[in-house]
C-alpha cells in the first residue's frame, strides 16, 4: 500500500503580475517570455510570509483530509525564500495550526523539495515513527528576485502547496519507491546567499542562475530519475497515468515529454498562470488536479522535481 494522500490545499496571494507589467521593467516582451517560458502571469505576495502561506495552504490541507490538528505528527516545511532564518517556518505552522502533537523542521533541496519531503516523510512512516505528516512547499521567490535581471524577473512567483499524508497500513507493508540525486559540483548554475556569515564571498542576496545550463541539466536528468522510479517499481513508461512534475518552463516540462515518448497530455501544467513557485508548484499542481477531479482513485502518478543545488528526484505513487 502508498502512502495515501489524504488532503491537499494551496494558497495564491492576490496581487497578480502579467507580462505586459513586468516588460515595464525590463527589456522584454509579453511574446518572448511566453514563447520561452510558457508564464504568463504570476502572483507575487505584498502582505503575505512564507510562514502565513505556508499555514493558509496547510490548513485547507486539513480540512480536506478532515482531520484534526492534533492528529499530525510531523509538519515540513520546504523553502528557500523564508523572510527569517528561525524560528522555522515549520514552527509558525505548528503554532498556527495548532499542531500540538507535530515534530517540525524546515528542508531546502530548492525546487526538489516537495520530493525531498516525501522521502523524508516516507523513512519515518517505514521506520514506524509516525503515521501523519503535513508536507508543504511555501516560497516567496519575489524576496530574491533582481527585477532589474530579465534571465530571472520573468520566471518566478509566490505561492504554497500543501499535502497530508497518512500511513494507512502497518510500516512494512508500506511501498516507498522514491530516488533523490545531487550534484554539489554544479550549485554555481542558481545561487543565492544571506546576509549573515563571515566567508560569504561574493554576497549577493538575489537569485542568480545560468538558465541554458539549468535547461539542459533539466530535460536530461528529469527523465533518466523517472526511467529509474519506473524501473525500481517495475511499472512501464505507458501505464503512467500523470507525470506531475516541477513547473519550471513549459519548454523543460514538454522536452522532457518527448524523451519519455509520452503525449503532453500526462503532463498537468499550471506554469502559464503562477509561473515557477519552487518547492510549492509540485503541491499545487496536485491540489488543482485532486480538485478538478483530474485524478481517479487508483490512478499511477510520478512526481518529480529538480532544481538548485542541484538536486532532482522523483517518487511513483497510486492516487
Ligand atoms: N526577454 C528578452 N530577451 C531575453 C530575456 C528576456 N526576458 N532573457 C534573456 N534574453 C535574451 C538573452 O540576453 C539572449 O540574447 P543574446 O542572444 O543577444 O545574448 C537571448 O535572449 C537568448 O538567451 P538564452 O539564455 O539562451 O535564452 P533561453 O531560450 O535559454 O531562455 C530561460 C532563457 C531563462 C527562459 C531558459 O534558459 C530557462 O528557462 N532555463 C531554465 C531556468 C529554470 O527553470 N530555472 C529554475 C530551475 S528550478
Same mark, same amino acid.
Given at each position: 500500500m502508498f502512502i495515501k494522500f489524504a488532503g491537499t490545499g494551496s494558497y495564491l496571494p492576490p496581487k497578480v503580475v502579467d507580462n505586459f507589467e513586468i516588460s515595464r521593467m525590463v527589456d522584454t516582451s509579453d511574446e518572448w517570455i511566453q514563447t520561452r517560458t510558457g508564464v504568463v502571469t504570476r502572483h507575487i505576495a505584498e502582505k503575505d510570509t512564507v510562514a502565513s502561506m505556508a499555514a493558509k495552504a496547510g490548513r485547507i490541507a486539513l480540512e480536506d483530509a478532515g482531520m484534526? +490538528?492534533?492528529?499530525?505528527d510531523m509538519v515540513i516545511v520546504s523553502t528557500v525564500s523564508a523572510e527569517q532564518v528561525l524560528p522555522c517556518v515549520a514552527c509558525e505552522v505548528q503554532k498556527e495550526l495548532g499542531l500540538v502533537n507535530a515534530s517540525a523542521l524546515d528542508i531546502n533541496s530548492a525546487c526538489s523539495g516537495f520530493i525531498t519531503g516525501y522521502q523524508m516523510v516516507a523513512g519515518q512512516m517505514k521506520a514506524g515513527m509516525i503515521k501523519n505528516a503535513l508536507l508543504i512547499g511555501s516560497e516567496s521567490l519575489s524576496n530574491g528576485v533582481?527585477?532589474?535581471d530579465r534571465s530571472t524577473c520573468i520566471l518566478f512567483g509566490d505561492g504554497a502547496g500543501a499535502a497530508v499524508l497518512r500511513m494507512e497500513c502497518p510500516p512494512e507493508e508500506l511501498e516507498v519507491t522514491c530516488i533523490m540525486h545531487a550534484d554539489?559540483?554544479?550549485?554555481?548554475?542558481l545561487t543565492c546567499s544571506v546576509?549573515?556569515?563571515?566567508?560569504? #564571498? +561574493? =554576497?549577493?542576496e538575489y537569485y542568480r542562475m545560468n538558465g541554458r545550463e539549468i535547461f539542459k541539466f533539466a530535460v536530461k536528468k528529469v527523465p533518466e530519475v523517472i526511467g529509474e522510479v519506473l524501473e525500481k517499481q517495475g511499472v512501464? #513508461? *505507458?501505464?503512467?497515468?500523470? =507525470? #506531475?512534475?516541477?513547473?519550471?518552463?513549459k519548454r523543460i516540462i514538454e522536452g522532457i515529454a518527448r524523451r519519455l515518448g509520452q503525449?503532453? *497530455?500526462k503532463f498537468p501544467m499550471n506554469v502559464m498562470r503562477n509561473g515557477n513557485i519552487s518547492s510549492a508548484c509540485i503541491p499545487m499542481l496536485l491540489d488543482e488536479m485532486s480538485r478538478e477531479g483530474k485524478i481517479k482513485p487508483r490512478e499511477k502518478l510520478v512526481l518529480a522535481g529538480f532544481g538548485a543545488g542541484l538536486t532532482w528526484g522523483g517518487f511513483y505513487t497510486e492516487w
Amino acid at each position: 500500500m502508498f502512502i495515501k494522500f489524504a488532503g491537499t490545499g494551496s494558497y495564491l496571494p492576490p496581487k497578480v503580475v502579467d507580462n505586459f507589467e513586468i516588460s515595464r521593467m525590463v527589456d522584454t516582451s509579453d511574446e518572448w517570455i511566453q514563447t520561452r517560458t510558457g508564464v504568463v502571469t504570476r502572483h507575487i505576495a505584498e502582505k503575505d510570509t512564507v510562514a502565513s502561506m505556508a499555514a493558509k495552504a496547510g490548513r485547507i490541507a486539513l480540512e480536506d483530509a478532515g482531520m484534526r +490538528p492534533e492528529e499530525i505528527d510531523m509538519v515540513i516545511v520546504s523553502t528557500v525564500s523564508a523572510e527569517q532564518v528561525l524560528p522555522c517556518v515549520a514552527c509558525e505552522v505548528q503554532k498556527e495550526l495548532g499542531l500540538v502533537n507535530a515534530s517540525a523542521l524546515d528542508i531546502n533541496s530548492a525546487c526538489s523539495g516537495f520530493i525531498t519531503g516525501y522521502q523524508m516523510v516516507a523513512g519515518q512512516m517505514k521506520a514506524g515513527m509516525i503515521k501523519n505528516a503535513l508536507l508543504i512547499g511555501s516560497e516567496s521567490l519575489s524576496n530574491g528576485v533582481d527585477w532589474s535581471d530579465r534571465s530571472t524577473c520573468i520566471l518566478f512567483g509566490d505561492g504554497a502547496g500543501a499535502a497530508v499524508l497518512r500511513m494507512e497500513c502497518p510500516p512494512e507493508e508500506l511501498e516507498v519507491t522514491c530516488i533523490m540525486h545531487a550534484d554539489g559540483s554544479k550549485g554555481h548554475h542558481l545561487t543565492c546567499s544571506v546576509g549573515h556569515g563571515k566567508h560569504k #564571498v +561574493p =554576497f549577493d542576496e538575489y537569485y542568480r542562475m545560468n538558465g541554458r545550463e539549468i535547461f539542459k541539466f533539466a530535460v536530461k536528468k528529469v527523465p533518466e530519475v523517472i526511467g529509474e522510479v519506473l524501473e525500481k517499481q517495475g511499472v512501464s #513508461v *505507458e501505464e503512467i497515468d500523470y =507525470f #506531475v512534475l516541477h513547473q519550471a518552463n513549459k519548454r523543460i516540462i514538454e522536452g522532457i515529454a518527448r524523451r519519455l515518448g509520452q503525449t503532453e *497530455e500526462k503532463f498537468p501544467m499550471n506554469v502559464m498562470r503562477n509561473g515557477n513557485i519552487s518547492s510549492a508548484c509540485i503541491p499545487m499542481l496536485l491540489d488543482e488536479m485532486s480538485r478538478e477531479g483530474k485524478i481517479k482513485p487508483r490512478e499511477k502518478l510520478v512526481l518529480a522535481g529538480f532544481g538548485a543545488g542541484l538536486t532532482w528526484g522523483g517518487f511513483y505513487t497510486e492516487w
